[in-house]
């Protein structure tokens, strides 16, 4: 199983990117996925969750600006980002989540993709 993020790079202030996270080795229907960050000398922090049943979830400091979605038919989830500011600029992390009908909790991370946000 395997996590990987795409679409990272320099975008100015007021900007938009897309980043996308192909799962692969296992159907992304069943899992809950999230986007986190981290920030230079900052913990890893959670941004945006989607659910199996397409609920979102938002952390205050991006919602209204930031768009969590995901296409299982590509088994691809994405962290669409607009009004980016220089205070967004991370390290980005897909991870994927669920509890298998043993009771076994299987948790999967991408290798990170840089977001810089300067002029």
């Known amino acids: 199983v395997q996590l990987v993020e795409f679409g990272g790079g320099l975008v100015q202030p007021g900007g938009s990117l897309t980043l996308p996270c192909a799962l692969s080795?296992?159907?992304?229907?069943?899992?809950?996925t999230y986007w986190y960050r981290q920030a230079p000398g900052k913990k890893r922090e959670q941004v945006a969750r989607?659910?199996?049943?397409?609920?979102?979830t938002y952390e205050e400091f991006v919602e209204g600006r930031f768009t969590i979605s995901r296409d299982n038919a590509k088994n691809t989830v994405y962290l669409q980002m607009n009004s980016l500011k220089p205070e967004d600029a991370a390290i980005y992390f897909c991870?994927?989540?669920?509890?298998?009908?043993?009771?076994?909790?299987?948790?999967?991370w991408g290798q990170g993709t840089q977001v810089t946000v300067s002029s």
């Open positions: 080795g296992t159907a992304l229907s069943l899992y809950v």
């Open positions: 991870n994927a989540k669920r509890i298998t009908g043993m009771n076994e909790e299987l948790n999967y």
């Open positions: 989607v659910t199996r049943g397409d609920i979102t």
